[in-house]
């Protein structure tokens, strides 16, 4: 059947001669950065983006003619609705079936992966026709943790112990192998540097479960788990040097400016035509997934999971809805108990064509459901906000809605939804050709401290570009500007305060205050003042710090101070003073 304005973009790039005829008349256009490379876009939507500059009706009749012209069967579009399989009871194992061992005794840690490896049916397909869970119990507590399929006939439930301590557990299965399984974790204290996942603190802050601080200091690397082994190494390597304690990061690989190579390895298997069986996922994909996890676990990095994304060439953003959320279930599974994830539903959501809001409250459901160890959850918009008042969300991820203004607005974000203030795409150091790729240094730097005193956290991201292709906001490697030393300054700043973190406070029309009673900074930005005129509070005496944010300098002031003070400043961009309170004055 020939080719139409109506055919999905999906059909047209999986079919050779279409997908040819479309990149003659609009070259590269599979690489393009564009949100209408949702796969279920039409070509007459395409014909939109396909303008120049200034251009708002390109004429693309050839293009018509010529798609017209290719006869092809598409099928992609007809896989993405075929129905997943599912049974329900009594599912048998191709060997004797016989009852589960009596008693199974895992050893592991609070806040670890307790793992129970539990031998059951291979045939048909394991991952839609067994169903596997298991409840734990420790006194009156009980936990309800779901099992998954891991190839070879072997079923592995993992669970995260919230306390020491000795639980019991029973598995449930429709599979007569797997039900009825018992045994017992013996849950230890935490290892040293285990000090749990991260949750929210004081409303607009996080702490670890032990009640430790936990600063956000963030980076993106959209795709780097979907790079060569060699590349995603390299990529640990300069993680392990960096200041950054968070990275954003998909699940499924990405199709965008920069991002043109193909995986090693994909979510799912193919069926015998080529088409995606969204019914049986690739163990190799997810074993490299959990691996890098595991890594960053032990850099002391949290992973930012990115569940769905728009840049897709592939169909992973259009796939039915059962697929999706079988999808969610298997990764929330494999990975709920790894204490450094974050979820993040999606980044930019409101540009998948393909879901609606429904959608996105179905999958946080599904997600509160499996996820028993509770870790953070939200979604990332591109131009339209969610509404992060939802109960679901535990803090806003945030990308600015205005090229200029972004960090500047955290305060009012903040106030707005009473949650903390992520916010994880601010602009990027580089110099890319799209405006939210190639801020200066020195700018981002800027933004991260506007964002910082207004008690929030405002994160990083590079797109220098490379001879390679490698840029790091996609695929990792190596970093080459100047920020991120710069962050890492800032954030030992933070950490200094007695709470370990800045919350706005009164100051001046022209500069931002923030930080606590005990520790105030007034950022000055972009002005150059040569002196500085502050009043610190009354009855107590105050250390003051001149602080260089670009130089990474702190000059302190030889006495400690009362009243007001005449601060001397050397003119230039990016200062800051900080005042410490010292002692109280007894009368």
């Not at 203004?405 to 974000?413: F, G, H, P, V």
Request: proline share 6%.
């Amino acid at each position: 059947m020939p080719f139409t304005k109506e055919a999905p973009l999906v059909d047209i790039l999986a079919d050779p001669n279409a997908a040819r005829v479309l990149d003659n008349h609009l070259p590269g256009f599979a690489t393009w950065n564009d949100w209408s490379l949702s796969p279920l876009a039409t070509l007459d939507e395409v014909a939109h983006w396909a303008r120049g500059v200034g251009e708002q009706t390109p004429d693309l009749t050839e293009l018509w003619a010529d798609m017209a012209a290719v006869e092809s069967s598409p099928r992609t579009s007809a896989a993405l609705q075929r129905p997943a399989p599912r049974t329900s009871t009594g599912v048998q194992s191709s060997r004797h079936a016989q009852h589960p061992v009596a008693s199974l005794a895992v050893r592991s840690r609070q806040w670890g992966v307790a793992e129970i490896a539990l031998d059951g049916p291979s045939t048909g397909n394991p991952f839609t026709d067994v169903d596997v869970e298991a409840i734990f119990r420790s006194g009156s507590d009980a936990v309800r943790v779901g099992g998954f399929y891991d190839g070879g006939g072997v079923y592995r439930i993992r669970f995260m112990p919230p306390t020491p301590g000795l639980w019991e557990f029973t598995v449930r299965s429709n599979a007569d192998e797997l039900d009825g399984a018992t045994g017992t974790v013996e849950a230890a204290e935490p290892e040293e540097g285990n000090r749990g996942p991260v949750r929210v603190r004081d409303i607009f802050h996080f702490a670890y479960a032990d009640g430790t601080p936990y600063l956000p200091l963030g980076t993106t690397a959209y795709a780097w788990t979907n790079q060569s082994a060699e590349l995603q190494d390299q990529t640990l390597h300069t993680l392990a040097e960096s200041p950054f304690t968070k990275i954003r990061m998909c699940v499924f690989p990405k199709s965008y400016s920069y991002n043109a190579n193909e995986p090693e390895n994909y979510a799912f298997e193919k069926n015998p035509d080529g088409s995606w069986d969204f019914s049986r996922f690739n163990l190799a994909f997810f074993h490299n997934l959990e691996h890098r996890i595991n890594d960053l676990q032990a850099l002391g990095i949290e992973a930012d999971l990115i569940l769905f994304h728009p840049y897709d060439r592939w169909g992973f953003s259009a796939m039915p809805s059962w697929a999706d959320d079988q999808y969610l279930r298997y990764v929330v599974l494999r990975l709920g108990a790894t204490r450094n994830v974050w979820w993040s539903l999606a980044n930019e959501y409101d540009f998948m064509q393909t879901k609606t809001e429904q959608d996105w409250e179905r999958f946080a459901a599904i997600v509160g459901e499996e996820d028993h160890t509770g870790h953070l959850l939200s979604i990332h918009n591109g131009t339209r906000f969610y509404d992060y008042s939802r109960p679901w969300i535990t803090h806003c991820s945030i990308q600015r809605t205005d090229n200029y203004l972004s960090a500047e607005n955290t305060d009012t974000w903040r106030q707005t939804w009473e949650k903390p203030a992520v916010i994880d795409e601010v602009g990027y150091e580089g110099d890319a050709a799209e405006g939210w790729g190639n801020l200066s240094p020195q700018e981002l730097v800027r933004r991260c401290w506007e964002g910082a005193v207004r008690g929030g956290y405002v994160n990083h991201g590079e797109t220098y570009l490379d001879d390679d292709d490698i840029v790091w906001w996609s695929k990792g490697g190596v970093l080459k500007g100047q920020s991120p030393q710069r962050i890492g300054f800032l954030g030992a700043l933070i950490e200094e305060a007695p709470s370990a973190s800045w919350d706005p406070l009164p100051g001046d029309w022209d500069s931002r205050t923030g930080g606590d009673n005990d520790h105030r900074i007034i950022y000055l930005g972009l002005g150059r003042p040569r002196f500085r005129s502050v009043l610190v509070p009354p009855g107590s005496s105050w250390h003051v710090d001149v602080i260089d944010t670009w130089n990474m300098t702190i000059t302190t002031l030889p006495e400690p101070c009362e009243g007001r003070v005449v601060v001397e400043l050397p003119g230039r961009e990016y200062m800051a003073i900080r005042v410490r309170r010292a002692l109280t004055t007894t009368t």
